[in-house]
């Protein structure tokens, strides 16, 4: 099985820009420098934190594959031909016939598996019933709540004919489910007993992008959307930051991502929703990713289809509303965290596979007791929970298997011979740590300790994978004062964080001078007076912005 280059997707796919943020409080999680700025009224200066390494100024241009034997363009000379490179060569994806589409291959599925299978069971904790809806949408639904229509308007794709006939009335195929929800919810909520209402579907979603990129923004992703509806403000509001929690604690657990969570700024915010929540995380070029978001639909919805309840006083009342997603799109910002010139890095506890065992022999009276030996050991990993698989074939060297699966991700390698099987260890290599230096020699396989051994070097994998990764966001953020030192930081490739007051018009400003967008209000805020560093007036909070995919 050979790795394949797919020069297609980078004509296919296309980098685009666009993202947004997430909560607080519930969860306290790291968030290391999180304001160093003094932007107080006493000060205006700028204690500034400026790396000198691996600057970025805008997106990356793909350039031409110069060496035909190298399989993945170094990340560094090209961040987005090398994405592609990965997406082609670890098989996580391929490209649809359709313009901006693709096809998610079973080892890049088996990731989002992994997700559904985590998300799925809190969801299920915190009350959640999973259901179903049609993903063909009347149009009129779409055009009840005003903001929502207008902001949606440009990605719907239309269905105008069925059954060889033109439909009396056009059909959106799933952009969102706000309004069919709304429309079954006003049938099934009557009276306060009927809430709160709790669901979750796991569906596909169609949005006509023209500027698509695999995984992180194409015509059609799959991905869950939560919906609730509620008696009161308050409930609506502790369920979409509850959800913003969930969607943390995933990022930072279990795929190793140090996201920021937050509020997203008026402008940013979800169409229809009275307040939007986002985790934003850092990618390998410095680009913001909008993980997952969770909105305050406040009464907006149900004011639009009627969706009412009779409370306990006897009298009729909108229902207060939540919606709250993540897609495959974490998948992209999966390998862009933590992926390197040799390929996928996988944090164990979403890998498909957590231990690839390679059997190595010579001669042929060397084969069966090689490969009894890598059986059992598979056996014994197996019925330890482990993830585990065994490259048995002989048409590739150990040598090239080595390669491919360090590619694919796999955070640990076990390496079988002659002389591991007379000795009764076995060697271990740990995909985050290249070379000799991550390569043991001598592990025992005697279960009692070969099982804790493997399962404690899975656990300092994902540790380490956080680190990393938390240490290149916090080395990229610039605390400033001012809109020169922002317009500095941006122009560096690097996150802007300081204090924030203005309009919206001047927010506009921002994003049309220097390409990036307030990423969130970060739940965790410094304390202390501080300056809004475009008009100097008082501001209450600090913002981040970043330019985004």
């Given at each position: 099985?050979?790795?394949?280059?797919?020069?297609?997707?980078?004509?296919?796919?296309?980098?685009?820009?666009?993202?947004?943020?997430?909560?607080?409080?519930?969860?306290?999680?790291?968030?290391?420098?999180?304001?160093?700025?003094?932007?107080?009224?006493?000060?205006?200066?700028?204690?500034?934190?400026?790396?000198?390494?691996?600057?970025?100024?805008?997106?990356?241009?793909?350039?031409?594959?110069?060496?035909?034997?190298?399989?993945?363009?170094?990340?560094?000379?090209?961040?987005?031909?090398?994405?592609?490179?990965?997406?082609?060569?670890?098989?996580?994806?391929?490209?649809?016939?359709?313009?901006?589409?693709?096809?998610?291959?079973?080892?890049?599925?088996?990731?989002?598996?992994?997700?559904?299978?985590?998300?799925?069971?809190?969801?299920?904790?915190?009350?959640?019933?999973?259901?179903?809806?049609?993903?063909?949408?009347?149009?009129?639904?779409?055009?009840?709540?005003?903001?929502?229509?207008?902001?949606?308007?440009?990605?719907?794709?239309?269905?105008?004919?069925?059954?060889?006939?033109?439909?009396?009335?056009?059909?959106?195929?799933?952009?969102?489910?706000?309004?069919?929800?709304?429309?079954?919810?006003?049938?099934?909520?009557?009276?306060?007993?009927?809430?709160?209402?709790?669901?979750?579907?796991?569906?596909?979603?169609?949005?006509?992008?023209?500027?698509?990129?695999?995984?992180?923004?194409?015509?059609?992703?799959?991905?869950?959307?939560?919906?609730?509806?509620?008696?009161?403000?308050?409930?609506?509001?502790?369920?979409?930051?509850?959800?913003?929690?969930?969607?943390?604690?995933?990022?930072?657990?279990?795929?190793?991502?140090?996201?920021?969570?937050?509020?997203?700024?008026?402008?940013?915010?979800?169409?229809?929703?009275?307040?939007?929540?986002?985790?934003?995380?850092?990618?390998?070029?410095?680009?913001?990713?909008?993980?997952?978001?969770?909105?305050?639909?406040?009464?907006?919805?149900?004011?639009?289809?009627?969706?009412?309840?009779?409370?306990?006083?006897?009298?009729?009342?909108?229902?207060?509303?939540?919606?709250?997603?993540?897609?495959?799109?974490?998948?992209?910002?999966?390998?862009?965290?933590?992926?390197?010139?040799?390929?996928?890095?996988?944090?164990?506890?979403?890998?498909?596979?957590?231990?690839?065992?390679?059997?190595?022999?010579?001669?042929?009276?060397?084969?069966?007791?090689?490969?009894?030996?890598?059986?059992?050991?598979?056996?014994?990993?197996?019925?330890?929970?482990?993830?585990?698989?065994?490259?048995?074939?002989?048409?590739?060297?150990?040598?090239?298997?080595?390669?491919?699966?360090?590619?694919?991700?796999?955070?640990?390698?076990?390496?079988?011979?002659?002389?591991?099987?007379?000795?009764?260890?076995?060697?271990?290599?740990r995909r985050d740590i290249p070379g000799k230096q991550g390569k043991v020699f001598g592990i025992?396989?005697?279960?009692?300790?070969?099982?804790?051994?493997?399962?404690?070097?899975?656990?300092?994998?994902?540790?380490?994978?956080?680190?990393?990764?938390?240490?290149?966001?916090?080395?990229?953020?610039?605390?400033?004062?001012?809109?020169?030192?922002?317009?500095?930081?941006?122009?560096?490739?690097?996150?802007?964080?300081?204090?924030?007051?203005?309009?919206?018009?001047?927010?506009?400003?921002?994003?049309?001078?220097?390409?990036?967008?307030?990423?969130?209000?970060?739940?965790?805020?410094?304390?202390?007076?501080?300056?809004?560093?475009?008009?100097?007036?008082?501001?209450?909070?600090?913002?981040?912005?970043?330019?985004?995919?």
């Amino acid at each position: 099985m050979g790795a394949l280059r797919l020069p297609s997707l980078t004509s296919l796919f296309n980098s685009s820009s666009s993202a947004a943020a997430l909560p607080r409080r519930h969860l306290h999680l790291p968030f290391r420098r999180l304001y160093t700025a003094n932007c107080s009224a006493q000060s205006s200066t700028a204690e500034k934190e400026i790396s000198s390494t691996s600057e970025l100024e805008g997106p990356p241009k793909l350039k031409p594959q110069q060496d035909k034997d190298r399989v993945i363009t170094p990340r560094s000379q090209d961040f987005n031909a090398w994405y592609l490179d990965i997406i082609a060569n670890a098989e996580l994806a391929d490209y649809g016939p359709v313009r901006g589409t693709m096809v998610i291959r079973p080892y890049g599925y088996a990731i989002w598996e992994a997700i559904q299978d985590y998300l799925n069971a809190k969801f299920k904790e915190t009350g959640h019933s999973n259901m179903y809806f049609p993903q063909f949408i009347p149009y009129s639904f779409i055009e009840k709540e005003a903001s929502h229509v207008e902001g949606f308007s440009p990605e719907l794709a239309l269905v105008t004919i069925g059954g060889g006939k033109e439909l009396e009335e056009k059909l959106v195929v799933r952009p969102t489910s706000e309004t069919i929800v709304n429309h079954m919810f006003t049938q099934w909520i009557h009276s306060y007993r009927d809430l709160p209402l709790m669901i979750n579907q796991w569906a596909n979603v169609t949005r006509w992008e023209m500027r698509t990129k695999p995984f992180v923004r194409t015509l059609e992703f799959l991905w869950q959307e939560g919906h609730t509806a509620h008696a009161t403000p308050e409930e609506a509001e502790m369920e979409a930051l509850q959800m913003i929690d969930v969607y943390t604690k995933f990022a930072y657990e279990q795929a190793a991502i140090p996201v920021i969570a937050g509020r997203k700024s008026k402008v940013e915010t979800f169409a229809g929703a009275s307040k939007t929540y986002t985790i934003e995380a850092m990618m390998g070029d410095r680009k913001a990713l909008q993980a997952g978001t969770s909105h305050n639909l406040g009464q907006n919805f149900s004011r639009a289809f009627g969706t009412q309840f009779t409370d306990e006083n006897g009298q009729r009342e909108h229902v207060w509303q939540t919606s709250w997603a993540i897609s495959t799109r974490f998948i992209g910002g999966i390998i862009m965290t933590h992926g390197d010139d040799t390929g996928l890095m996988l944090p164990p506890k979403l890998a498909p596979v957590q231990v690839i065992i390679i059997p190595i022999w010579k001669k042929a009276d060397e084969r069966t007791g090689v490969l009894n030996a890598t059986t059992s050991v598979k056996e014994i990993l197996e019925a330890a929970g482990i993830k585990v698989k065994i490259d048995d074939s002989e048409q590739r060297t150990p040598g090239w298997k080595f390669n491919f699966w360090e590619m694919k991700g796999v955070p640990l390698r076990i390496e079988i011979g002659p002389r591991d099987v007379s000795s009764g260890s076995v060697v271990v290599s740990r995909r985050d740590i290249p070379g000799k230096q991550g390569k043991v020699f001598g592990i025992s396989t005697e279960s009692s300790s070969f099982v804790p051994y493997v399962k404690d070097k899975l656990d300092e994998i994902q540790s380490s994978l956080l680190g990393v990764a938390t240490s290149f966001r916090d080395s990229n953020i610039m605390d400033v004062c001012s809109y020169a030192e922002l317009k500095e930081a941006i122009a560096q490739g690097k996150w802007a964080r300081g204090p924030w007051s203005a309009s919206d018009n001047d927010e506009l400003k921002v994003k049309e001078e220097t390409g990036a967008t307030i990423r969130c209000f970060p739940f965790e805020q410094p304390q202390g007076s501080k300056k809004c560093l475009m008009t100097g007036n008082p501001a209450d909070e600090v913002a981040i912005f970043a330019k985004s995919y």
